[in-house]
């Protein structure tokens, strides 16, 4: 199975600032990565696919990039419904696994 | 608006049995894969099982395999999991999910929580 490594684990900010997170693949899996937001008692939200593109109705405030072994989502300016943890997701082979989450609460 | 609303979870003792359902609105649900996902603290988010539009494929992660059952009702837009001989580690919260076959998930129920436990 391939695994996925999210850092950091967990990180504190404030409203506005810049949060980036790291997702690294322990083989190459192209652009064949998701990313996902979870809150608790809510549905999970969809955020982005093929590593950069944006699911429907996500702020341009999110950014995903990367290829091969390593990405990053970034948040360019933070903002209060953006707390949660978020995932990283690989499809390039079965079966499809996560990251460990990464959360972002308010500092 | 696409809903998922799942049900049935709930306190089992290891070695029973609970079935999941997840009523879907709001789309074409006989034209899309489902899939289960769980999460837990610990382990975070895993992928369960998947099923084609007809019923007819199914893929499940290896450590669920021969224990849960992935069906569906596309009369009744409905998605179910039978999961058998549950485990101490199989409590988790777990999702129903849209699955774009294969790819990612593109819309997820709030979950229901199973939890086993003697």
């Known amino acids: 199975d391939i695994q996925m490594t999210q850092s950091p684990s967990a990180l504190s900010a404030s409203v506005g600032d810049r949060v980036t997170i790291t997702c690294r693949a322990s083989q190459n899996i192209n652009t064949w990565l998701a990313w996902y937001q979870l809150k608790p008692g809510k549905a999970p939200k969809f955020l982005i696919y093929k590593a950069s593109t944006l699911a429907n109705g996500v702020p341009t405030r999110f950014s995903g990039s990367g290829s091969g072994t390593e990405f990053t989502l970034s948040i360019t300016s933070l903002e209060p419904d953006d707390f949660g943890t978020y995932y990283c997701q690989q499809y390039n082979s079965h079966p499809r696994t996560f990251g460990q989450g990464t959360t972002v609460d308010i500092k | 608006e696409v809903q998922l609303l799942e049900s049935g979870g709930g306190l089992v003792q290891p070695g029973g049995s609970l079935r999941l359902s997840c009523e879907a609105s709001g789309f074409d649900f006989s034209g899309y894969w489902m899939a289960w996902l769980r999460h837990t603290p610990g382990k975070g988010l895993e992928w369960v099982a998947t099923?084609?539009?007809?019923?007819?494929?199914?893929f499940y992660v290896d450590f669920v395999e021969g224990r849960f059952t992935v069906s569906r009702d596309n009369a009744k837009n409905s998605l179910f999991l039978q999961m058998n001989s549950l485990r101490v580690e199989d409590t988790a919260v777990y999702y129903c999910a849209v699955d774009r076959g294969r790819s990612h998930f593109d819309n997820w129920g709030r979950g229901v929580r199973v939890t086993v436990s003697s």
């Open positions: 099923v084609r539009q007809d019923d007819r494929e199914k």
